[in-house]
C-alpha cells in the first residue's frame, strides 16, 4: 500500500511560521514536490526536491519565505513556510515521483501519487 501522509497544518496568524510534514510509505521515491490549491483555484506548484535534497525549485512567489527539505531516513519530506499571509491560506498537497519517472515536476500531472491534502489558514 502507498500512503503519502500530510501533517503540520493548521491555523496560524499572519507572520507565523508552519512546518508540514509528508510521510510516504509502500515504496521509495525520487522526487517529492509541494502544490497548494485555494477555493476556486487551480493546483498550483510551490516547491520540489530532488533525491539526494541536493537541488530544490521554487515557484517566485514563495522562494523567500518557503523552504522544502528532505529525510530519506525517515521517507518524510517538508515544508517550512515563513512569514504566513493571508493569502497562503490554501488545502496544502504532496506529491512524489517514483525513480525511473520522467524529469519534469511542474504540474500535477507530472506526479502520480499523492497526499490527501491538508488545510492552512492564516488569520490577519
Known amino acids: 500500500q502507498v500512503q503519502l501522509v500530510e501533517s503540520g497544518g493548521g491555523l496560524v496568524q499572519a507572520g507565523g511560521s508552519l512546518r508540514l510534514s509528508c510521510a510516504a510509505s509502500?515504496?521509495?521515491?525520487?522526487?517529492y514536490g509541494w502544490f497548494r490549491q485555494a477555493p476556486g483555484k487551480e493546483r498550483d506548484f510551490l516547491a520540489a526536491?530532488?533525491?539526494?535534497?541536493?537541488?530544490?525549485y521554487y515557484t517566485d512567489s514563495v522562494k523567500a519565505r518557503f523552504t522544502i527539505s528532505r529525510d530519506n531516513a525517515k521517507s518524510t519530506v517538508y515544508l517550512q513556510m515563513n512569514s504566513l499571509q493571508p493569502e497562503d491560506k490554501a488545502v496544502y498537497y504532496c506529491?512524489?515521483?517514483?525513480?525511473?519517472?520522467?524529469?519534469?515536476?511542474?504540474?500535477?500531472?507530472?506526479?502520480?501519487?499523492w497526499g490527501q491534502g491538508i488545510q492552512v489558514t492564516v488569520s490577519s
Open positions: 526536491i530532488s533525491w539526494s535534497g541536493d537541488i530544490t
Open positions: 509502500g515504496r521509495t521515491f525520487s522526487r
Open positions: 506529491a512524489a515521483k517514483p525513480f525511473g519517472d520522467s524529469a519534469y515536476y511542474m504540474r500535477p500531472s507530472d506526479y502520480a501519487y
